[in-house]
């Protein structure tokens, strides 16, 4: 048989891989049992070993392999496989402690995974406080299956909006939850100092401190609870919640002390009771001497009861915590979790050492625990003493093992958290330095020696690739809205896309967040790049139209001039895409060339004529803005003899002749604006009069400077007299007297008509009658004055009369501003 072995090997260990993963995954040869670790560890085929990890079904092969072997594939198919046992209640899985230790090494969607799915209660819970999705924790706290685990997952939500959300849909599942959630929401708008929030809570406490009067208790905790909740509110307590609240309490406190102190009548009626045959006597005076010596009497009795009371308070509450953690305890060393006894043990001891005497009752329920945790101790630290000496067999041979670096380094992380792992199982202390962990953490220091130039060379270059690829997220973001050099756009975006792909030479650690960076920058530039490209393409082919356009032009110095500021325009729009670029660039070359080529016969010639006519038309030019409107009659013949000049000369430059018209125009309405300011000069002369009167008038301008200002402004004869005599009736001692309203608002209806411009509501009825009557008038007479005596004779009748109220006068300076704007 030993002869056949050797002649042929089993199927198990044949060449073939398809033969050895079949023979793996169905043989039942007992030495191919034996060797399945090994095959799921060094055989060179995925397949095989696969084959070898599903028939072995390990939780330590599975979670070995799925950081340590080669093939991703595999690593993603024992990293599912584990996970599924680890969240399970499978008997082949290691004990509550040790998969809660493991925790620390799951990514954050593995911690999620087994939040969500795990059957054991402390195992979710555990993954549950290390989850920080807010969305996780908002569905965890309705729908997991323990209503602790919900509570407690609860109190990690700070959103409000989401604590509505679960209360709401809570509300008819789980009252406890929905009811803490709206208590949450309500304490997070009475932190932000919502007063209907606080109005609220503090009627609710009112309430519950008048309920003590109703039914007084000898408990303290409820009212010092209450006193609790109520100072938590702050300062922003309505006044009449406050004193509702303060008078409760203080007849609460009161009804306490009288019912520890009852009063002293009571006493002494106690006292008469206890002698029934003693003969009576005058009522006793207690003198206040005596009150005094019994109240401090008091005093220092209270004081020492009260010291005596928190004594015994505080160890009431040991004992009671005590009480709490045995049950947890003893569970702990039943189900063997010695990680989870270890703590509970430290914190049974600490507790005890603040109750000695502690009651013989208690020592007698700790004693078989104590004894039997130091058991369980004791059995750890055996089954970890051989698991360690084969982690220091293993990392030893890695020293000659040939990996590479990264590989090296990742065998080593391994070794070293199960190492951690094992501290924990046994209570140890992450600084405790022990024989066996000082000749570990040595052999993991060799181990890794070799590697440690690699390393360092590596951590440089990674940090300098880091280094280079913030530049360029900096130089993005610093990139301004408005981009004016898009081709150093363009290159950026191809800098950012070349570092996108190399983040593979940088820190692991902050490759997914440097990644996340670049892919925005990239997106937003290539969106800005798109949309100029669209924009510049667009615009190049409204250019190409009008170069093409440019052949059907005879005129060689417009087609000259345009080619010119099409070619500027084109150059200025910059690059698009190359393909379409240059192929609208030939097309555009192509009908520059063509127009120019039906013109290079009469370019010459024509730019002579024009500059030599550009020159007459710059000389007439020059005349036609240097001509001033100080003489009228001059400046229009002037005017005149230019004209016909420029319309002899007959430019087609129409940039010349857009300036010609401007200036022509200029003149020209200089000339007519002269004129008119000329004529109108009597009636604005004699407002400007009645502007400084009005100042006079109101005690806003001083009367010593009126005569030189009065001067200054000359009026018409026909207004000055009515002016002057108003000047002097307003320098002069005011005399009583009425002033004659419906007159001048009679006046300043007809002004206002004149000028066309709104008459006041006050006097619309007035402006009625006014236009009735005068329609009648021009009906019978039919003849009317011209619009400037109609004026005059208006404004002559106003400064004829007596100064008018200050609303009155406003009216006329407008209308009569309006009026003299009419004319023409």
Partial sequence: ?????????????????????????????????????????????????????????????????????????????????????????????????????????????????????????????????????????????????????????????????????????????????????????????????????????????????????????????????????????GKAIPTDLLARYCGADALVRQTKINARNPPLREAASAASDAEPDAAPEEPVAISAAMLASQARFDAALASAASDAQRERELRRTHLHEMEQVLPRYAAALEAGAIAAAHALHDRLLNLGAMVVPSPAALDARLSPLHARY?????????????????????????????????????????????????????GLSANAESGPTRRFHALCHRALKPAKAYFDKRDEVRKSHAGEIGKLLQEAAALPEQVSDWKAAGQLRQKLGDALRSLDSVDPRTRTALARQLKAAIDDLATRLDAHADEVEAAKRRLLTRATILQQQSDGRAVARDARELQTQWTALGQGRRGSDQRLWKEFRAAVDAAFGQLDAARKQRDEQSTAMRTQAENLLAEIEALRDDDAHAAKARLRDIDARWRALGSSDRALAQRYRKAHDAVESGLQGAARRKRLARYTDALARYTLLRAIETGAQATDTVPAQWNEHPAAAEFAAALDARLARATAVPAAGEQDEDAARDLLVELEFFAGIETPDEDRQRRMAFQVQRLASRMRDRGAATPESELARLMLAWFAQAPQAAELEDRFARAAKAGTETLP
Avoid at 401 to 414: F, I, K, M, N, T
Wanted: hydrophobic share 45%; glycine share 4%.
């Fill in 374 to 426: 130091a058991e369980l101790k004791q059995q750890q630290a055996w089954a970890n003493r051989r698991r360690r000496e084969m982690l220091c067999d293993d990392v030893a041979q890695l020293a000659q093992s040939g990996l590479h670096p990264d590989a090296l380094a990742q065998r080593v992380r391994e070794a070293r958290e199960e190492w951690q792992r094992l501290d924990a199982a046994e």
């Fill in 1 to 233: 048989m030993n002869l056949a072995r050797l002649l042929f090997k089993p199927r198990w260990q044949d060449k073939d891989a398809d033969v050895r993963r079949v023979a793996v995954a169905s043989g039942n040869d007992a030495d191919m049992i034996a060797a399945l670790p090994q095959l799921a560890r060094g055989d060179a085929d995925t397949g095989v070993r696969l084959a070898a990890l599903k028939r072995l079904g390990d939780y330590e092969a599975w979670r070995e392999r799925s950081t340590g072997d080669a093939d991703a594939g595999v690593r993603r198919v024992a990293r599912d496989a584990y996970l599924a046992l680890l969240c399970s209640n499978d008997a082949r899985v290691p004990t509550l402690a040790r998969r809660i230790a493991e925790l620390d090494t799951l990514s954050t969607e593995e911690l999620e995974r087994v939040a969500t799915q795990a059957s054991d209660r402390d195992l979710r819970a555990d993954a549950l406080a290390r989850v920080t999705r807010p969305a996780l924790l908002a569905e965890r706290a309705v729908a997991d299956a323990d209503a602790a685990i919900r509570l407690a997952v609860l109190e990690r939500i700070d959103d409000a909006v989401a604590l509505a959300r679960i209360a709401e849909r809570a509300r008819k599942t789980d009252k406890r939850v929905s009811r803490r959630a709206r208590e949450l929401v309500d304490a997070q708008r009475i932190g932000s100092g919502d007063a209907a929030a606080v109005a609220q809570k503090a009627r609710a406490l009112c309430e519950r401190m008048e309920a003590l009067l109703r039914a007084p208790s000898s408990d303290d905790t409820v009212h010092a609870a209450i006193a609790g909740e109520w100072n938590a509110l």
